[in-house]
């Protein structure tokens, strides 16, 4: 059964660096992980997607291990901006499947 | 920057009534996805076309929620008749490769 699982919450302080875990134990060898932030009212917006190793770009970074099976989302030195609801959604295939997602709540 | 358009943003009705959403993809995006998201919870896929051809609908009720894209262009979800479980925030995405979705700002639909 194709499941992703993440922690259902998180808090930090300003300036951290925040790690988001996504649990994907079925993942096949060709499926990929996008990672998604979301605010109240919004719809998901693009943040990072990886297949393998590791990805960066202006906003985050994504580390994926050799066995694939899971991967963190890593979001440098956070504001209060960056509180909202982060998705991990994964290919299975040709099936879709978004975790729960993760309140992230920023503190001053 | 392009984006997914989608009307109306808000949309209030009774149970046994009819409704519709509207989505545009971002142009030359030819993969267009509909979503349901239960306030709490990740978007659950509904509907995914490729053009005007359906791809999976697997989880789309068929008794009361279709979903058309004529011209493989922008689409339409209805649902007929709206439930009070349906109450739920109604998102479309495109995607130019089928890898890296785009979302709209999404309907939230209120049954009463």
């Known amino acids: 059964l194709a499941k992703t699982t993440q922690p259902i919450s998180m808090d930090s302080y300003e300036g951290q660096e925040v790690n988001i875990t996504c649990s994907h134990n079925n993942i096949a060898t060709n499926d990929y992980i996008t990672w998604y932030q979301q605010f109240p009212s919004q719809g998901p917006r693009f943040i990072i997607q990886?297949?393998?190793t590791k990805v960066t770009n202006e906003v985050a970074s994504l580390f994926i291990p050799a066995d694939r099976k899971s991967s963190t989302l890593s979001l440098p030195r956070v504001s209060l901006s960056d509180t909202a609801v982060y998705y991990c959604l994964v290919t299975y295939g040709n099936k879709l499947v978004f975790g729960a997602g993760t309140i992230l709540r920023v503190k001053s | 920057e392009a984006e997914v358009a989608q009307s109306p943003r808000y949309k209030i009705t009774e149970k046994s009534q009819a409704v519709a959403f509207w989505c545009d993809p971002i142009?030359?995006?030819?993969?267009l996805y509909w979503y349901r998201q239960i306030l709490g919870q990740g978007p659950e896929l509904l509907v995914q076309?490729?053009?005007?051809?359906?791809?999976?609908d697997s989880q789309l009720p068929k008794d009361r929620f279709s979903a058309e894209r004529l011209k493989g262009v922008d689409s339409t979800l209805k649902i007929q008749p709206a439930e009070l479980g349906d109450s739920a925030m109604y998102l479309c995405?495109?995607?130019?490769?089928?890898?890296?979705?785009?979302f709209g700002p999404g309907t939230r639909l209120l049954v009463l």
């Open positions: 990886g297949y393998k």
């Open positions: 995405a495109s995607s130019r490769d089928s890898k890296t979705q785009y």
């Open positions: 076309f490729q053009d005007e051809s359906v791809v999976d």
């Open positions: 142009s030359g995006h030819a993969t």
